[in-house]
Structure formats: structure tokens, C-alpha cells
């Protein structure tokens, strides 16, 4: 027993020795725990909403109601305002704006309610829904709300909207005879002022609408033919395989993450094996290796991303060709920041493992925050603005701008510019050290 | 030819050269010889350029050794003390690679390369890949790869730890071949033996600092007595153990008495002579010569094993 002791305590001692081996046990799996549960609500805080534009140019206090009702929903937050090309004036959205918006990426939907949302003979409300679902969980997570919002509220009209119908089917004249006949029976067998109860059947009650104490929810299945719900997708509608196209950017990302920074750390290989002091003694230079280091890495990114993408349309029909300029574009700047990637990992670390440690820990949260595994949406505000800062988010951006949205240039020089700037800086970072002898 | 001129390098905690110099001669199998963690492969480390001096300067032909005159590198050629080679090439392939650097045209660097795999005796083997060779032929190949550009000087940094007798003795008769052609070799060893069989001359370092320096007889004679005499203990030699206390120093272990000779008997023929006459029988006595190891511990008071 005491040998067995002493042999368990062994292997404690030689596991907590071995850095790479507590933070993948620990530290990996804590970091992902923390982003799941985040985007599950797990942790009990303010989970991530869903960013959607809302237009309201009607001026029917029932399209007030709904826009309250969607401003104070959980799951979802408005946008109306934007700020003007000059840079100072903030602007209400119209509803040609709020589809450009969507139509190029910047938001994945908008719901538009129109001048004639609800006018005085409306018998139905009339919703504009324009959509792009390049995520789809996140596509239907905003429909899904947007219709229980809606129709929770449908419910307090429904008297004045199935008035309205009969109305349109008997005529307005035969409707309000009818109406005020019914009036009439009222006075006579309850006592009911006829007027007052010929205006509580036209006329919408805004202070009832807006009050909470209604319970609705079990009217809400037959409102859906008392709303005119007309969605539109945007974009992706003739991708073939949207599914994957969505997807496909951000595994290639991730695998590439990987690939290229176990060749970026080859250089701790060379230095184990002793052939990186056998080239230094010969006629070459510290930066003549880095730089063949860097550009042996973009051309095997660039090929692993293109063999990933050629793949993804032989068996899967994702269309690369059709926008296959610019794909290559972002293929470039993604190989180039990734490999950027690798060299900081090799100039941060002493060791090959170490330098595996923390580029397992990287690459495996920068995947779960920049969209790889799911759109950043679902995650809490917080960590949205911390995906922001990743390389998998721009790459993974540029990707759904190509494949997805077909973007021109001008739609990925943003996404192209930020992943170029962060390969720019951080290989000049790495130059300064290897040149140092640092690596 | 070398030169190394006061050399200083520290690391975070360890001063690991202390202002070293030392001249290494055209011609010259010189060898540095020290126990491990002396400071041998950081001063080698140093003047192949892997490592930079916190001071101090090299100079090769007189031209100064730095990382902006990496033409000077191809003068060199360098004998690590791990198999630098890429295993999962073949030898061919590896010496290509290698061979890419200096300037030579496809032909003559086909005819270099079959000519080093010739001196290292690979030639059969070429096209195998390098992890499938024995450690002996590794190590061959790892100093082929240094002589493919005909280099002025070899820098040997203990090429041959880890190796088998046989394949150690190959490689010492092929830098003795290469001496003898009139290559320039410097050897860093914590083998007293491989330095006492190659060297012509001897640099012995310590904690960083270079304590003695000459030619093998140099270095002997810094020692106080060069030879130790011993003599298998039997009741007879017990009894002249007095006798024996005449001639010099004498301590016992279990089976031997050693005796360190007076002054007057440096020579193992007066040696032999006295005991004969004492009547000790050559075949009890045994000399122990004076070795490197002795002068290291005369300098150091430790072994060079320690």
C-alpha cells in the first residue's frame, strides 16, 4: 500500500510539473465551460441577445405596442438609429436602409412595420421580415421570438381585428348595423349604455393594450391569420448547401489555427534536433529562417484552406467559384494571420510543449468566441466584443462575406485589412525576437 | 587562424565563459577539453553564431566574427553534438540540403556529396533514410555534412558522445586523415582520452574559465610527479613497506600500495631498478602515467568525471 502511495504520488508530482498537462486538463476545458454555459444562460447573468433592426414607420398605437414589447424582450435587441456617413448625425432606419444593412452583413435581420401596418380598416397587421440566414440557429432564434412577441400581443385586439374582418366580408354598412342592432339587445336585457358598447367593440383600448395582466397564451395559436408575416431572405437564397457553407469557414479556420502553428513551431523541433544550430553555422541568417518558416506556412495554409474548400464543393456543392477572386483574397489574409499566429506562440514559448500548451488553450477558445463552432451572437454581450478581437472572427467573417453574402472587394477589405494588420504586427514582433536569438 | 578574445557570457544565473582567449593555429588539432557544463558548447556555441558574447570578440584570419558577416561562416564547418540531421531524409537528400548553401553549381555539389559519402563511407547507403542508420553512421553522416563546402576550419563539438567504440575510432581516424591533409580542427571533448590521442594542443576549461593550456607534454609537466607506481599489496610488499617509504609517498588501498616516486626517480627505469633490489617483483608493479584527468585535478581538486 505504501508503495502504491508513493507511486500515485508520483505521478501527481510528475503531472503538476507538466504545465501542458494541467491546462489541458483544467484550464481548457474551464475557459469552454464558461462559454457554453454563457451562451445556455447556465451562469445565471444576462445572456447574449440576438441583435435585430426594428423600423416602425406606422403611427398605430398597436405598432407602438410591439415595438415597446420587442424592445424589452430577453432574447432580443433592437436596433433604430444609425450614425450618418458625416459621423455626427445618428439616423432612424427606413426600410430600403434596414435591407441594405442586412443585405451586406451587418445585421442577420430586420423587421420592418409599415406605414399601413395597421390602419383604421386593417383586419390583419402587416409585418415586414427581412432576413439573412447565414447562422441559422440564430435565424430562427429571431423569428422565433419575433412571433411569440408578436403574437402574445395579438390576443387584446383580436375583438376589433375579427370585427374588422366582417366587416370586409359584409360591407361596413351592414356591419355597423349590425354592431349597433347588437347595442341595442345590450341595453335591453343588461342595461348597457348602447353607444358605450358600440365603442368598446371599434374602438382600440391603448391602455388595456399596454397593460401586462392579459393572460394570452393560449388564444396565440389562432392569431398567425390575423398577422401578415412577410419574410424575406436577403441573402444566401441560391446557395446550394447552406448548411455547410456557414460552417466550412470556421472549421478550415480552426484546423488551420492548428496546422500552421505546429509548423510555426517546428522551428523548437529544429532547435531540439540541432539543425537550426547547423544552418546558423552556415551562410544563412536568423531572419533568412523565420522567413522561410513564414512563407512554407502560408503556401500550406493556403493550400490546406483551398484543399478544405475544393473539397467542401466536390462532395458538398459549396460554391467557391463564383466569387473565387475574393475567396482567394481572404484565403491569403487568413493563411497570413494565422501563421502570424504560430510565430507568436513560437516567440512566447521556451519550449515545444509549452508552445503546444498554449496554442491548444488559444486556438480552442478562439474558436469558440470568433463563430467557428456557433454564430457570436449567442454570446453574451461581453464576450461579443472580446470575439471582436480574435482572428477566427474576421476570417470566419470574410469567408460568409464571399461564399455566402458574394461579396466585391469592398465587402471584405475590412475583415481583409484587420487580418492583415495583425499578421503585420505580430511577425514584426517575432522578427525583433528571433533576430534577438530570443527563439 | 581563431581567435577568441576575452569572451564573457553570462546567463540568467550562471556565468558560463568568464573571459575566455585562446588561439587556435592554422594546422592545428586543437582540442578544449573540460567536464560537462565547463562552457565548452557555449564558446562553440558562440563562434558558430548561435549564441551572441555579452563581450569579448572572435576573430577568424583576422576578419571579426559577427552576425552581419555571415560570408566568414562559410570558412567553418561545424560537427554538433547531436545528430543534426533531418532522420526522415535520405543521406543524399540531407547533404543536398545542406550542400544548397555554399555556392556551388548541381554538378559540383553531386560530385562534393558523393565524395564526403565516400570519406564517411555512406556511399552504399545514400538513399536510405537517416532514421533507419545505426548511431555510428549517423554520426558519419553528421560529419560529412560539415566537410561538404571543404571548410578551413572544423568545429567538433564532442562528436562523439553516445558512440560505440568502433564507430568512435572511425571518426577519430577520419579527423586524423583530415588533420593530416592540413585541416584546422578544433575539439571540444570531456574525454581526457580522445584529447590525449588527437590533440596537439589542449586548452582545459572550468566554470567558464580556461586553466591550463599547451601541448599534451605541457600540461603533464604542470603536475608535480608525472607517474604513479602500484603495487599489488602481498605479506611480502607489507614488509617493506619502510623500504618502500624511502623511495617517495606511499598510501595503501585494499589490494594496492601507491607510491608516488621522489623527485630522484622520474625515471621508470630507476624506478624498477630500486624495487627489483628491495625484491618486489615486476609482475606485482604496475605505472600509472600521469593523464589529463590528473592534471585536472591537480588544477581543479575535482575529477573531471565529477
Redesign the interface.
Known amino acids: 500500500m505504501k508503495n502504491i502511495y508513493h507511486l500515485v504520488i508520483k505521478d501527481i508530482n510528475r503531472f503538476l510539473n507538466d504545465r501542458r498537462a494541467v491546462i489541458l486538463t483544467f484550464i481548457v476545458p474551464i475557459i469552454l465551460i464558461i462559454i457554453f454555459g454563457n451562451i445556455f444562460g447556465g451562469s445565471g447573468g444576462v445572456r447574449g441577445k440576438a441583435e435585430i433592426l426594428l423600423v416602425n414607420e406606422s403611427k398605430s398605437v398597436v405598432a407602438k405596442l410591439l415595438e415597446s414589447k420587442l424592445d424589452s424582450s430577453k432574447a432580443l435587441r433592437t436596433v433604430k438609429t444609425y450614425t450618418a456617413e458625416n459621423g455626427k448625425d445618428t439616423l432612424m432606419f427606413d426600410e430600403e436602409t434596414a435591407k441594405e444593412w442586412v443585405r451586406t452583413g451587418r445585421i442577420s435581420a430586420a423587421v420592418v412595420m409599415p406605414k399601413d401596418f395597421f390602419t383604421d380598416t386593417s383586419s390583419a397587421i402587416k409585418i415586414k421580415f427581412y432576413y439573412d440566414p447565414k447562422n441559422e440557429i440564430e435565424s430562427n432564434i429571431i423569428q422565433g421570438n419575433l412571433q411569440q412577441t408578436i403574437f402574445t400581443q395579438i390576443p387584446r385586439m383580436m375583438p376589433i381585428l375579427m370585427q374588422r374582418k366582417a366587416a370586409n366580408y359584409l360591407g361596413s354598412d351592414s356591419a355597423k348595423r349590425f354592431l349597433k342592432g347588437m347595442g341595442k339587445i345590450a341595453h335591453e336585457y343588461f342595461g348597457v349604455s348602447p353607444d358605450s358598447f358600440y365603442n368598446r367593440l371599434t374602438r382600440i383600448d391603448s391602455a388595456s393594450l399596454f397593460s401586462s395582466s392579459a393572460d394570452t397564451s393560449s388564444e396565440t395559436n389562432i392569431m398567425s391569420n390575423l398577422v401578415r408575416f412577410d419574410s424575406e431572405q436577403l441573402v444566401g437564397k441560391k446557395i446550394t448547401n447552406p448548411g455547410l457553407t456557414r460552417s466550412v469557414g470556421g472549421w478550415a479556420m480552426m484546423f488551420l489555427l492548428f496546422s500552421l502553428t505546429g509548423a510555426a513551431t517546428s522551428i523548437f523541433e529544429e532547435r531540439n534536433?540541432?539543425?537550426l544550430?547547423?544552418?546558423?553555422?552556415?551562410?544563412?541568417?536568423?531572419s533568412d529562417i523565420l522567413w522561410s518558416k513564414y512563407i512554407y506556412s502560408m503556401l500550406l495554409g493556403m493550400i490546406q484552406l483551398l484543399v478544405m474548400f475544393v473539397f467542401a464543393w466536390v462532395f458538398f456543392g459549396v460554391e467557391i467559384f463564383s466569387n473565387f477572386g475574393n475567396l482567394l483574397i481572404v484565403i491569403i489574409a487568413s493563411a497570413a494571420a494565422a501563421v502570424s499566429f504560430g510565430m507568436l506562440i513560437t516567440s512566447i514559448s521556451k519550449t515545444y510543449s509549452q508552445a503546444n500548451g498554449i496554442s491548444t488553450l488559444l486556438i480552442l477558445v478562439m474558436s469558440a468566441l470568433g463563430g467557428s463552432w456557433f454564430p457570436t451572437s449567442f454570446l453574451p454581450g461581453w464576450m461579443q466584443v472580446i470575439s471582436k478581437g480574435t482572428l477566427t472572427y474576421w476570417s470566419m467573417e470574410g469567408f460568409l462575406q464571399v461564399l455566402w453574402r458574394h461579396s466585391s472587394f469592398a465587402g471584405i477589405a475590412l475583415n481583409v485589412l484587420v487580418l492583415l494588420s495583425i499578421a503585420v504586427l505580430i511577425n514584426f514582433y517575432a522578427l525583433i525576437r528571433f533576430r534577438r536569438?530570443i527563439i | 587562424m581563431l581567435r577568441i578574445s576575452h569572451i564573457i557570457k553570462n546567463f540568467e544565473n550562471v556565468n558560463a565563459l568568464q573571459n575566455v582567449s585562446l588561439t587556435i593555429n592554422k594546422g592545428e588539432f586543437f582540442g578544449l577539453l573540460g567536464p560537462n557544463g565547463a562552457g565548452k558548447s557555449t564558446l562553440m556555441?558562440i563562434i558558430?553564431?548561435?549564441?551572441?558574447a555579452d563581450s569579448g570578440q572572435i576573430s577568424f584570419n583576422d576578419q571579426i566574427i559577427s552576425?552581419s558577416n555571415?560570408?566568414l561562416?562559410?570558412k567553418?564547418g561545424?560537427v554538433?553534438?547531436?545528430?543534426?540531421?533531418?532522420?526522415e531524409l535520405s543521406a543524399h537528400q540531407n547533404l543536398r540540403i545542406?550542400g544548397k548553401?555554399?555556392d556551388f553549381s548541381a554538378k559540383e555539389l553531386e560530385n562534393k556529396i558523393e565524395e564526403v559519402l565516400e570519406l564517411v563511407q555512406l556511399k552504399d547507403r545514400k538513399k536510405d533514410p537517416v532514421k533507419e542508420y545505426s548511431g555510428g553512421m549517423k554520426r558519419r553522416l553528421n560529419l560529412a555534412?560539415s566537410l561538404l563546402h571543404d571548410p578551413e576550419i572544423l568545429?567538433c563539438d564532442e562528436p562523439t558522445v553516445g558512440v560505440d567504440p568502433q564507430s568512435r575510432n572511425a571518426i577519430f581516424d577520419m579527423l586524423n586523415v583530415l588533420n593530416k591533409a592540413g585541416k584546422t580542427i578544433l575539439y571540444t571533448t570531456h574525454y581526457m582520452e580522445e584529447a590525449e590521442r588527437l590533440c596537439s594542443r589542449l586548452a582545459i576549461i572550468d566554470n567558464g574559465n580556461i586553466i591550463a593550456q599547451g601541448s599534451l607534454i605541457d600540461l603533464i609537466n604542470l603536475l608535480n610527479q608525472k607517474d604513479t607506481i602500484k603495487i599489488q599489496k602481498t605479506t611480502f610488499t607489507q614488509n617493506k613497506l619502510a623500504l618502500l617509504k624511502d623511495m617517495g609517498r606511499v598510501s595503501e588501498s585494499d589490494f594496492y600500495l601507491e607510491l608516488i616516486p621522489k623527485e630522484s626517480y622520474d625515471r621508470n627505469s630507476k624506478i624498477f631498478a630500486k624495487l627489483e633490489e628491495i625484491g618486489i617483483q615486476n609482475e606485482f608493479v604496475q605505472i600509472s602515467r600521469a593523464t589529463l584527468e590528473d592534471v585536472f585535478l591537480n588544477l581543479t581538486g575535482r575529477s573531471l568525471r565529477d
Open positions: 534536433e540541432g539543425t544550430k547547423r544552418l546558423l553555422c552556415m551562410p544563412i541568417t536568423r536569438g | 556555441n558558430i553564431g548561435y549564441l551572441e552576425s555571415i560570408s561562416r562559410k567553418f561545424y554538433p553534438q547531436e545528430v543534426s540531421l533531418y532522420l545542406f548553401f555554399y555534412a568545429l
